[in-house]
C-alpha cells in the first residue's frame, strides 16, 4: 500500500535519484514544473542525481542540457547506464584487462577510466564484453562481440530496452541487439547496469558519497520515475522508496492494474510532489479508503471513485485495486473509472 509523510519527500529524503526522460524533459524540452521545484528540494538540502538507461550521452552533455533549464549541475550528477556498466566490469576482472567494448564513445570512455584495456577484435582475447547501444553500429561490431563472448568472455550489457523512441518512431533498442548475441552464442549476459536493475540506484549512492565517504542510507534514498517497469520495479528490486510521477509513461490505469512489483511508494502528478507532505491513505471499516476526503472502493464489478480527477483519488483507487488484486481478486473482471487527473 502507499505509504505518508507528514514532511514534505524532500525533507524526509536525502538523496533523489531522479529519471530523466519524461520527469525532468521530455526529449529536447523541459516538464513544466520540474525546473523549479529541484530546485527547492535541493535548497532545502536534497542532494539529487540523475539516473539514465542511455548509455551513448556523455555526461557533460546530459549536465549541459539541464543547465539549458536553469538547474545547477555538475557532469557527475548525471549517472548513465555506461557509468554503471564500466565499473560493474572493473569490479569483475584484473586490472589493465582487454575488455572488447561495443558501444558509443561515452562507453569505451568509462571502461578505460577504470583501468580497463579497451580492444574492438575478438582475436584479441578479451576476458570481458560490453554491449551497449549506438546508431552506427554494424553487423561486423554485432559479429566481433559474439565472437568473443563465444570464445569465453564474460557478457555484460549496459541495459536490456528492447526498443527506443527516435524522430521517426520506435526503433530496435539495446536489448533487440542483445537478443542478437544471445542468438549467435547461446550465452546471457552476466549483468546489466540499467533499471529495472537495482545496480543503477547503488552506484549512485556510491558516487554521491565520491567513494571516500559513508553513503546516503538506503532508505533515506528515493527513486523518482515515470515508468513502472524500469525506474519503479528497479526501486522495489533493491529496497528503495519512489515515487512515481504522471508526466511520463504511466499513467493512471496502469498504476491502478500494477503488480506488487511495479507499485511505487508515493504517487504524484509532477514533481512539485516531491516538495509536499505524502498525505495518508487510510482503510474504513467498510473496506472502502480515502485519501484527502476522496473515497475509493470496490463495488461488485466495478471500481468506485467519489473523485476522478484528483489524484487523492487515484491514490485511494490504487489501494483499493491492490488490496483486492493480494486477496486474489481478478482484476480483469473489475471496471474502473477513467482517470484526468487535473
Same mark, same amino acid.
Given at each position: /500500500?502507499?505509504?505518508?509523510?507528514?514532511?514534505?519527500?524532500?525533507?524526509?529524503?536525502?538523496?533523489?535519484? &531522479?529519471?530523466?526522460?519524461?520527469?525532468?524533459?521530455?526529449?529536447?524540452?523541459? %516538464?513544466?514544473?520540474?525546473?523549479?521545484?529541484?530546485?527547492?528540494?535541493?535548497?532545502?538540502?536534497?542532494?539529487?542525481?540523475?539516473?539514465?538507461?542511455?548509455?551513448?550521452?556523455?555526461?557533460?552533455?546530459?549536465?549541459?542540457?539541464?543547465?539549458?533549464?536553469?538547474?545547477?549541475?555538475?557532469?557527475?550528477? %548525471?549517472?548513465?547506464?555506461? +557509468?554503471?556498466?564500466?565499473? /560493474?566490469?572493473?569490479?569483475? %576482472?584484473? !586490472?589493465?584487462?582487454?575488455?572488447?567494448?561495443?558501444?558509443?564513445?561515452? &562507453?569505451?570512455?568509462?571502461?578505460?577510466?577504470?583501468?580497463?584495456?579497451?580492444?574492438?577484435?575478438?582475436?584479441?582475447?578479451?576476458?570481458? @564484453?560490453?554491449?551497449?547501444?549506438?546508431?552506427? /553500429?554494424?553487423?561486423?561490431?554485432?559479429?566481433?562481440?559474439?565472437?568473443?563472448?563465444?570464445?569465453?568472455?564474460?557478457?555484460?550489457?549496459?541495459?536490456?530496452?528492447?526498443?527506443?523512441?527516435?524522430? &521517426?518512431?520506435?526503433?530496435?533498442?539495446?536489448?533487440?541487439?542483445?537478443? @542478437? %548475441?544471445?542468438?549467435?552464442?547461446?550465452?546471457?549476459?552476466?549483468?546489466?547496469?540499467?533499471?529495472?536493475?537495482? #545496480? /543503477?540506484?547503488?552506484?549512485?549512492?556510491?558516487?554521491?558519497?565520491?567513494?571516500?565517504?559513508?553513503?546516503? #542510507?538506503?532508505?533515506?534514498?528515493?527513486?523518482?520515475?515515470?515508468?513502472?517497469?524500469?525506474?519503479?520495479? @528497479?526501486?522495489?528490486?533493491?529496497?528503495?522508496?519512489? &515515487?512515481?510521477?504522471?508526466?511520463?509513461?504511466?499513467?493512471?490505469?496502469?498504476?491502478?492494474?500494477?503488480?506488487?512489483?511495479?507499485?511505487?511508494?508515493?504517487?504524484?502528478?509532477?514533481?512539485?510532489?516531491?516538495?509536499?507532505?505524502?498525505?495518508?491513505?487510510?482503510?474504513? !471499516?467498510?473496506?472502502?479508503?480515502?485519501?484527502?476526503?476522496?473515497?475509493?472502493?470496490?463495488?461488485?464489478?466495478?471500481?468506485?471513485?467519489?473523485?476522478?480527477?484528483? +489524484?487523492?483519488?487515484?491514490?485511494?483507487?490504487?489501494?483499493?485495486?491492490?488490496?483486492?488484486?493480494?486477496?486474489?481478486?481478478?482484476?480483469?473482471?473489475?471496471?474502473?473509472?477513467?482517470?484526468?487527473?487535473?
Amino acid at each position: /500500500m502507499l505509504k505518508s509523510t507528514n514532511r514534505p519527500l524532500s525533507e524526509a529524503y536525502k538523496l533523489a535519484l &531522479l529519471d530523466l526522460d519524461g520527469v525532468v524533459y521530455r526529449g529536447k524540452n523541459p %516538464v513544466e514544473h520540474a525546473a523549479a521545484n529541484i530546485r527547492k528540494a535541493e535548497r532545502l538540502g536534497m542532494t539529487v542525481e540523475y539516473t539514465t538507461n542511455n548509455s551513448s550521452r556523455l555526461q557533460s552533455v546530459v549536465a549541459d542540457q539541464l543547465k539549458g533549464f536553469d538547474l545547477d549541475v555538475e557532469p557527475w550528477q %548525471v549517472i548513465t547506464s555506461s +557509468v554503471v556498466a564500466a565499473r /560493474m566490469v572493473a569490479r569483475e %576482472v584484473p !586490472a589493465g584487462a582487454k575488455v572488447f567494448v561495443l558501444g558509443a564513445r561515452h &562507453l569505451r570512455e568509462e571502461v578505460a577510466k577504470q583501468g580497463l584495456v579497451v580492444v574492438d577484435s575478438a582475436e584479441d582475447k578479451p576476458v570481458a @564484453a560490453i554491449q551497449g547501444w549506438y546508431p552506427d /553500429m554494424s553487423w561486423n561490431e554485432m559479429a566481433q562481440i559474439a565472437y568473443a563472448v563465444e570464445h569465453g568472455a564474460t557478457y555484460f550489457v549496459t541495459n536490456r530496452d528492447l526498443t527506443i523512441p527516435r524522430e &521517426l518512431g520506435i526503433a530496435p533498442g539495446c536489448g533487440s541487439m542483445i537478443r @542478437a %548475441v544471445i542468438n549467435a552464442t547461446g550465452v546471457e549476459p552476466v549483468s546489466s547496469a540499467g533499471k529495472p536493475e537495482s #545496480a /543503477m540506484y547503488d552506484e549512485a549512492r556510491l558516487l554521491a558519497a565520491h567513494d571516500d565517504a559513508e553513503p546516503v #542510507a538506503k532508505e533515506l534514498c528515493l527513486a523518482i520515475g515515470d515508468r513502472l517497469d524500469t525506474d519503479i520495479e @528497479a526501486g522495489n528490486r533493491g529496497g528503495y522508496d519512489s &515515487l512515481a510521477v504522471l508526466t511520463g509513461v504511466t499513467n493512471p490505469h496502469e498504476l491502478m492494474f500494477a503488480p506488487a512489483q511495479l507499485r511505487p511508494t508515493f504517487i504524484a502528478k509532477d514533481l512539485r510532489g516531491l516538495n509536499e507532505p505524502a498525505p495518508a491513505v487510510e482503510r474504513n !471499516a467498510d473496506g472502502t479508503w480515502v485519501c484527502g476526503g476522496v473515497r475509493a472502493g470496490c463495488a461488485g464489478n466495478a471500481l468506485e471513485v467519489d473523485d476522478a480527477t484528483s +489524484v487523492d483519488g487515484l491514490r485511494a483507487a490504487c489501494n483499493a485495486m491492490w488490496e483486492a488484486a493480494d486477496n486474489g481478486r481478478d482484476l480483469n473482471a473489475v471496471t474502473v473509472p477513467e482517470f484526468h487527473i487535473d
